[in-house]
């Protein structure tokens, strides 16, 4: 099979993601187009996300008593690429773009581009 080659791994934030953990999305692309979930773990050397429900795929798994693992077909999430969501806005119930913006303290949040409800506040 081939074997796709992995970015290198960098300090620094190899891929900057619109993402982040806890953020619910929704699959834009793909064999779980239109499927929403909430982001479990974020891999930014990758550009991948971890998405709850979604891309899983069945895993043969060696039993081991050790850990009490039973063995055979287990389903799991597996981490798919970034650009296959989309953030999910919860006041208009679509998947949409973000622009950001500052708050009067400075900091700064992602803002709803039809909305304009804030993610991060
Ligand atoms: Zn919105």
């Known amino acids: 099979m081939l074997q796709m080659k992995r970015p290198r791994k960098t300090k620094y934030n190899a891929f900057p993601l619109h993402v982040k953990t806890g953020d619910t999305v929704m699959v834009v692309s793909g064999k779980d ?10 891999f930014k050397d990758r550009g991948k996300v971890l998405v709850e429900g979604v891309n899983k795929v069945k895993k043969a798994t060696k039993p081991n008593p ?12 597996t981490p798919i690429h970034a650009s296959k969501v989309m953030l999910y806005c919860l006041q208009c119930n679509k998947p949409t773009r973000i622009k950001m913006e500052s708050l009067a303290d400075n900091r700064k949040t992602r803002v709803c581009k039809h909305c304009q409800a804030q993610f991060d506040s």
């Open 66 to 77: 050790m850990f009490g693992i039973q063995g055979g077909l287990v389903e799991r999430e």
């Open 33 to 42: 187009k239109g499927q929403t979930g909430t982001i479990r773990r974020v």
